[in-house]
């Protein structure tokens, strides 16, 4: 039993059923967590520790997350561990706190881009790295053998268990480090103030804990900006996880057509009577964030109105402007011009796995003097960059940071300004999800992936020479069907795998630069695959 997905365990909050094993089946047949179930996880998580060690939980704003953080307190609590609250905190506030700490582990309660009616947990070992699969299999394990162990704990023990040892601001370790983080990126870039517009960036923060500070700290720092209206709820018409990489709206799109998406709306408003003097071509006008903070999409001016400047685009600028010593780790999902010297599967664990030192080194923290010179992306906008290590001096952790990524990218952008025009050809890819489905029914390898295969080679057989037509297999896709092969001598794939967060299946289709001719017919393959899935997986 494997109750953890790509990034940690989510589902949508419910009541605590009668019984731990009725908690489990509800996380697994409807994507419902539960305070009882918070309290399992704690246990089996405290089982995995030694008795004493320490656990810092940070979370954000969603409605069941108190009753959430005293669960997972509790379970701890029966465990003997002593728990630290770092408070409402950007999960990359949440790994900084607990490597300030020193603690053994650190727990985010949070969905990240997820509805704010999910909820759901992250966890990260003591050098400030994610969860992987074989510690998450058993936890999973512990959780299934506490569910069939006869065991009560009366209310009032159990009140007295959900009280945490102590209590700090997170957040507040999280701004600390993000003015070193400033200071760094300048050192290795350029300076990041004095070069924008009067406008200002516009800031969707998606109604995560950067909401209260952000946008004034940015304009101390020298960056113009200025916030859009508050959502109603967290993740609710804002952030980046309405976004998709590849969208892009016409000047006349944006002025006629009302606006769901309140970054747009902001947007939108500023161009309505004309486009601002300071709009240039290439100019970054805006950033989302999403809920918990970990990454962020930027938005550019193009030739006919906006478009999102995507991870990729955001990894690009960055390995330009950093110089050919620096190494690039992409997941399966990156665009196909892009230098990568790593492919990974999706999730900023496995970029972080892939540029992280062994472990069988004495630490798995990099080292150095200096920015160690490595960066994961995923065009969602996760972007993995070197921390420095919030205690110890000359080492770094590895941790996606939203705000920390439109640090360093308007720094690079400060430094290519002055270079001559670069950055990688673009080639063409587009996503989409099939939502509502068993996520059972599709394992990348049974019936319906053959007959995904055999539509897919019938159709590009007559997209021109095919040759090395093959299965690629990534570590950490459980569920990946990733056909590759060159079409005239150049790069294409389809991948499809199942969402590790909610009940969606997505597909991909890359191509090349030099294929970007073949986008229609591969839109139309696109759509004949997402048929076949609705057919078979939709419930």
């Known amino acids: 039993m494997q109750l953890f997905g790509t990034d940690g365990i989510r589902g949508r909050f419910a009541s605590s059923p009668s019984d731990d094993e009725a908690a489990i089946k509800a996380l697994l047949s409807s994507r419902e967590i539960s305070p009882r179930l918070f309290r399992l996880i704690g246990e089996a998580l405290g089982a995995m520790m030694e008795y004493g060690e320490e656990v810092v939980i940070g979370w954000d704003q969603r409605p069941g997350n108190s009753a959430l953080v005293e669960a997972l307190t509790q379970g701890f609590h029966l465990r003997g561990v002593m728990v630290t609250w770092a408070g409402e905190v950007a999960t990359p506030g949440l790994q900084a706190s607990m490597l300030r700490k020193g603690a053994v582990m650190g727990c985010m309660v949070t969905a990240s881009h ?3 009616t999910d909820s759901g947990v992250k966890v990260f070992d003591q050098y400030g790295y994610k969860s992987m699969p074989e510690y998450e299999a058993q936890v999973s394990d512990i959780i299934a053998k506490l569910a069939r162990e006869e ?20 957040s507040a370790v999280h701004r600390e480090l993000l003015e070193r983080r400033f200071s760094l990126f300048e050192k290795c870039f350029a300076n990041i103030a004095g070069n924008h517009r009067e406008e200002g960036l516009a800031i969707d923060a998606s109604g995560g804990s950067a909401d209260g500070w952000l ?16 959502p109603v709820a967290m993740n609710v018409n804002c952030g980046a996880g309405a976004f998709s990489p590849s969208d892009e709206w016409t000047w006349e799109q944006l002025r006629s057509n009302p606006q769901e998406h309140l970054l747009l709306t902001h947007l939108a408003e500023k ?28 938005i550019e001016v193009t030739s006919t109105g906006l478009g999102i400047f995507d991870g990729d685009m955001m990894a690009d600028a960055l390995m330009r402007a950093g110089g050919e010593s620096w190494r690039l780790a992409a997941s ?22 892939a540029l992280s030192p062994p472990a069988t080194q004495s630490t798995r923290l990099l080292l150095g003097a200096e920015i160690p010179p490595v960066i994961g992306c995923e065009d969602s906008g996760h972007l993995v960059l070197a921390a420095p290590h919030p205690r110890i001096k000359n080492h770094w952790s590895l941790v996606g940071d939203g705000i920390a990524s439109l640090l360093a ?131």
């Open 114 to 116: 997820n509805p704010v």
């Open 332 to 353: 399966i999902e990156a665009d196909l011009g892009l230098a990568v010297d790593f492919q990974t599967a999706v999730g900023d664990r496995w970029l972080s796995a």
């Open 151 to 170: 065991r009560e704990v009366d209310e009032p023990e159990l009140h007295r268990l959900a009280i945490p040892d102590t209590e700090f601001d997170g």
């Open 215 to 230: 946008v004034e700290w940015l304009n101390a720092k020298g960056i113009p900006a200025n916030a859009v209206a508050s």
């Open 409 to 539: 990218v308007l720094a690079a952008q400060r430094r290519l300004s002055g270079l001559p025009k670069g950055g990688f050809e673009r080639g063409w890819k587009r996503r989409i999800s099939v939502m509502g489905v068993e996520r059972a029914r599709w394992d990348g390898k049974n019936t319906i992936a053959d007959i995904v295969e055999e539509i897919a080679r019938r159709t590009i057989t007559g997209w021109g020479m095919v040759e090395n037509w093959r299965h690629t297999d990534i570590q950490g896709e459980t569920s990946l069907l990733l056909l590759e092969a060159e079409v005239d001598g150049f790069s294409m794939s389809i991948g499809i795998r199942n969402s590790g967060t909610e009940a969606k299946t997505n597909v991909s289709i890359r191509l090349a630069p030099q294929i970007m001719g073949l986008s229609e017919p591969a839109k139309v393959l696109l759509g004949e695959i997402e048929q076949v899935l609705q057919r078979e997986l939709v419930v």
């Open 271 to 298: 161009c309505r009577d004309r486009v601002p003097d300071g709009w240039r071509v290439g100019s970054i006008v805006a950033a989302a964030l999403d809920g918990d903070g970990d990454r962020c999409l930027l």
